[in-house]
C-alpha cells in the first residue's frame, strides 16, 4: 500500500513539474494579458523569446505600456535592444514622458542614449524639470590684488540632441568656475564685483560655455561671495623680503671680500718687513767682504759704530714718555705743563 502511494505522489509531482515546465515556456497567462491588452503577439514567438534567452515579461509589458499610451512599438527592435545589453523598460517610459511631455523622441535616439551609458528616461525629465548644480567655491582674484570667493547655481536643462557624445556635469563645472575666474580677474576693483554680482553671470553666459555638453545652460546665478586675502600686498611683501635677502647677501659678498683684501695687505706688509730683515742681514756680510777687499778701514768702521750708536740714541731720546703722551689717541695731553 505505501509503494503505491509513493507511486501515486511521484506521478503527482512530475505532472506537476510538466506543467510548469510547459507554462514556462508557454506563457498562456502572458499571451491572454496582451492580447485583451491590444498587443498582437503569438504564443510561438513568446517560446522562441525563451530560447533567445529575452524575458517574455519585459517586452511584453513593455509593449503593453507603449500601446496604452499611444507608441508604436516594435517587438523585433525591443528584443534587439535587450539583447545588446540596454534597459527596454527605462527606454520605454523615457519615449512615454517625452510623448507626454510633447518632446521630439524617436526610438532610436532613446535605445543611442540608452547603450551610450546614460539614464534616458532622467535626461527626458531633466529636460522637462531644469536641474540646479552648485558650484563648488571658486577663488579668483581682482585687478587691485583682492581675492574673491564665489558660490554659483547653474541651471540647465538636458539637451537630448547632444547626450550622445556631448560632455557631462563635471565639464559644465568647470568652465562656469573658469568663467567665474576670468570675470573676477578682469575687473578693475573687488567693490565692483561686490556691488554688481550680476556681472559676472552675464558675462559667463555671454561665452556660450553649454557649446557641446548634453545640457543647456538656462541661468547662472551668484549665490555668495566671500573676501579673501589680500593676494597684492602677499606678493609685495614677499618680493620685499627677496629683494632684502638679495641685498644683504651682495653686502656680506663685499664685506667677505674687503676682509680678504685686508688680510691680503697684511701679507704684503709683513713681506715687506720680512724683505727688510733680510736686506739688513746683508749689511755685516757686505762691511767684511769691504774688508777683505780693502775699500774700508778701520777709521771708517769706527765713524760707522759713532754713527749707528748716536741714532739708537736719538731714537731712545723720541721715545720718552713726553713724546708718546702728544701721540693721537694715546690720552695725554699736548702740554702736560699746564
Not at 553666459?205 to 553649454?210: E, F, N, S, V, Y
Amino acid at each position: 500500500m505505501s509503494s503505491q502511494v509513493l507511486i501515486v505522489i511521484a506521478i503527482g509531482l512530475g505532472a506537476l513539474f510538466a506543467l510548469w515546465l510547459i507554462f514556462y515556456f508557454i506563457p498562456v497567462g502572458l499571451w491572454f494579458k496582451a492580447l485583451v491588452s491590444g498587443v498582437k503577439i503569438s504564443l510561438l514567438q513568446l517560446v522562441f523569446m525563451r530560447w533567445r534567452k529575452v524575458p517574455p515579461p519585459t517586452i511584453v509589458n513593455s509593449m503593453i505600456a507603449g500601446t496604452k499610451a499611444g507608441l508604436s512599438l516594435n517587438r523585433d527592435a525591443l528584443e534587439a535592444h535587450y539583447l545588446a545589453g540596454g534597459r527596454v523598460k527605462s527606454v520605454v517610459n523615457a519615449l512615454i514622458s517625452a510623448d507626454k511631455a510633447n518632446m521630439t523622441l524617436d526610438f532610436k535616439t532613446a535605445t543611442a542614449i540608452d547603450l551610450a551609458g546614460r539614464d534616458v528616461l532622467e535626461a527626458v525629465q531633466m529636460s522637462v524639470n531644469p536641474k540646479v548644480i552648485d558650484t563648488p567655491p571658486v577663488t579668483a582674484v581682482a585687478k587691485d590684488g583682492i581675492q574673491l570667493i564665489a558660490k554659483a547655481r547653474v541651471t540647465v536643462r538636458a539637451n537630448i540632441k547632444q547626450l550622445v557624445g556631448g560632455a557631462g556635469e563635471e565639464t559644465v563645472l568647470a568652465r562656469v568656475g573658469e568663467g567665474v575666474v576670468s570675470s573676477i580677474g578682469s575687473a578693475s576693483s573687488h567693490k565692483s564685483v561686490l556691488e554688481n554680482p550680476d556681472s559676472i553671470s552675464r558675462l559667463v553666459l555671454d561665452k556660450g560655455l553649454d557649446s557641446g555638453t548634453a545640457f543647456e545652460i538656462l541661468s547662472i546665478d551668484i549665490a555668495d561671495i566671500d573676501i579673501g586675502k589680500n593676494i597684492g600686498a602677499v606678493l609685495q611683501m614677499d618680493q620685499a623680503n627677496a629683494d632684502k635677502n638679495i641685498a644683504q647677501a651682495r653686502a656680506e659678498e663685499r664685506r667677505a671680500m674687503a676682509v680678504a683684501k685686508e688680510q691680503e695687505m697684511k701679507a704684503k706688509a709683513q713681506e715687506a718687513k720680512a724683505n727688510v730683515i733680510q736686506a739688513e742681514a746683508e749689511i755685516p756680510k757686505a762691511i767684511a767682504e769691504a774688508f777683505r777687499e780693502g775699500n774700508l778701514g778701520i777709521m771708517d768702521y769706527y765713524k760707522f759704530q759713532n754713527i749707528q750708536a748716536d741714532t739708537r740714541m736719538r731714537d731712545s731720546i723720541s721715545e720718552t714718555p713726553i713724546s708718546k703722551s702728544k701721540e693721537p689717541g694715546s690720552g695725554g695731553t699736548e702740554n702736560p705743563g699746564k
